[in-house]
T-cell receptor
Framework: DGGITQSPKYLFRKEGQNVTLSCEQN?????MYWYRQDPGQGLRLIYY???????QKGDIAEGYSVSREKKESFPLTVTSAQKNPTAFYLC?????????????FGPGTRLTVL | QQQVKQSPQSLIVQKGGISIINCAYE??????FPWYQQFPGKGPALLIA?????SEKKEGRFTISFNKSAKQFSLHIMDSQPGDSATYFC????????????FGKGTSLLVTP
């Protein structure tokens, strides 16, 4: 089965802790993305990566970090600097960055800060 | 700031009725307008998309109407079914930027039996 997997599905974190969300795709896509979804807010872009070892900040990158060491993997670290991290996090991938390259989304990780 | 404004925030339609969701934008550089459907606890999935060189695109029961001069586009779901109950997001993309999908805030649709 081709697709995007995100783990864990639910994640609880204490304030002041860093936490890493996993995103893996076996679609052979070059581009990968991280979005944050808050109730009634739509999706907001955190980071994106066009190719391995390269990534760019999105609209709300503060308090987050990413790496792209492998084509299939694009983990997101939510650092203690992120002031309001409780949200639903969605990873996506696409063949490239052309506008017609459909972004396919994973099932998401719901992060709750206690 | 929100570059794509979506309304209504929520919508209740009877089975068999027409669901209509509207979106408006300001950036005339946007040239690709997808709609995503999201079920609870799942990631969004592409439903249908349109470019501004056409005024309408239809796929099954789903139709996008596009008004370039008004900078508005809408999703029509004909013969709405309870299985259509989901959150719908419109989005817009600027071709040169490639990556930056600008999403509306979403519409929660409930289709009652």
């Amino acid at each position: 089965d081709g697709g995007i997997t995100q783990s864990p599905k639910y994640l609880f974190r204490k304030e002041g802790q860093n936490v890493t969300l996993s995103c893996e795709q076996n679609l052979n896509h070059d581009a990968m993305y991280w979005y944050r979804q808050d109730p009634g807010q739509g999706l907001r872009l955190i980071y994106y990566s066009q190719i391995v070892n390269d990534f760019q900040k999105g609209d709300i990158a503060e308090g987050y970090s990413v790496s792209r060491e492998k084509k299939e993997s694009f983990p997101l670290t939510v650092t203690s600097a992120q002031k309001n991290p409780t949200a639903f996090y969605l990873c996506a991938s696409s063949m490239g960055l052309a506008d017609t390259d459909t972004q396919y989304f994973g099932p998401g990780t719901r992060l709750t800060v206690l | 700031q929100q570059q794509v404004k979506q309304s209504p925030q929520s919508l209740i339609v009877q089975k068999g009725g027409i669901s209509i969701i509207n979106c408006a934008y300001e950036n005339t550089a946007f040239d690709y307008f997808p709609w995503y459907q999201q079920f609870p606890g799942k990631g969004p999935a592409l439903l249908i998309a349109i470019r501004p060189d056409v005024s309408e695109k239809k796929e099954g029961r789903f139709t996008i109407s596009f008004n370039k001069s008004a900078k508005q586009f809408s999703l029509h779901i004909m013969d709405s079914q309870p299985g259509d109950s989901a959150t719908y997001f419109c989005a817009a993309l600027e071709g040169n930027s490639g990556y930056a999908l600008n999403f509306g805030k979403g519409t929660s649709l409930l289709v009652t039996p």
